[in-house]
């Protein structure tokens, strides 16, 4: 089947999920991973350019209406800014009144901006710009903080998608985030099945890894029904704590490590879905 943009995100985030931790990609690599990944949906990939054009079109016209309304909100801004100031000078507090409860209204509608940027649209969990935003340095690369790095990892979800369907899927990955969003701690949506829970620094290895082990096991104890069908959804956690200036792509090979060898284990205890 041709592929429509709900399929194309996934393999795409398949397919960045799978090339995370590699070095260097070049595009020959990206594009074969890609296409494997297709195939698996049996999904082709036709008029390549029409769809390349149309979803660069459709981004492009995204950002310009962010770029809009944040000029917008910035100019209101400056305004409300100069209009307080006179009101101050003057004390005019009636016209204070109205800029506090106009700057009121501008706050909540950066507050939706601020949410459409940095949430992923699926889990409305952090997505990687917020991570990069907010927990790296300048540099894009290094920690700010200290604290817990925790790599998830959705066990058999390609099984799960490819017996239930996609919808199914999603499902399981807005649950999945609803979950881990339970250690009131920052959870990033990573790649398609794979999250990142950042602990705070007070937080130890041992209390983060507890923590997403008990929620793993309550979630063990649920059964997904599908028509007549039910399933069992897991998912495998490699812990690895930070320092500042830590450099982010180690800490999470580290971690993958760790996810790798919990995976082996978990595997062993659950054999499917």
């Known amino acids: 089947m041709q592929a429509d943009k709900e399929t194309l995100q996934i393999i795409s985030n398949e397919t960045k999920g799978s090339i995370n931790h590699i070095a260097v990609v070049t595009p020959s690599m990206y594009a074969s991973i890609f296409k494997n990944f297709a195939l698996s949906h049996k999904t082709q990939i036709e008029n390549e350019k029409d769809l390349a054009n149309d979803l660069i079109m459709g981004e492009c016209s995204r950002l310009t209406d962010l770029q809009i309304q944040t000029s917008k909100n910035v100019q209101q801004l400056s305004k409300n800014t100069d209009m307080a100031i006179g009101a101050i000078k003057d004390k005019n507090e009636s016209l204070l009144n109205d800029i506090l409860h106009e700057t009121e209204n501008l706050r909540k509608e950066l507050e939706k901006l601020k949410k459409s940027v940095y949430r992923d649209e699926l889990t409305n969990t952090f ?13 894009l690369q290094s920690f700010n903080t200290s604290g817990t790095l925790a790599m998830i990892d959705l066990n058999y979800f390609k ?5 239930y369907g996609h919808i199914i899927g999603d499902k399981v990955l807005v649950f999945i985030a609803n979950q881990l969003k339970k250690t009131k701690e920052s959870v990033i949506r990573y790649g398609g099945d794979e ?13 983060a890894f507890s923590e997403l082990d008990r ?3 309550e979630i063990l104890h649920k059964q997904v029904k599908v028509k007549d069908d039910l399933f069992r959804m897991s998912f495998s956690i490699g812990i690895q704590e930070f320092k500042r200036d830590d450099i982010l792509a180690e800490i999470i090979e580290q971690a993958d490590k760790d996810m790798y060898d919990d995976k082996m284990k978990i595997k062993k205890r659950i054999t499917g879905i």
Request: glycine share 0%.
């Open 195 to 207: 999250f990142i829970v950042i602990f705070s620094n007070s937080s130890i290895h041992k209390n």
């Open 159 to 163: 099984i799960i998608n490819d017996t």
């Open 127 to 139: 997505n990687r710009k917020w991570l990069h935003d907010n927990v790296l340095n300048e540099d």
């Open 215 to 217: 929620l793993r096991e």
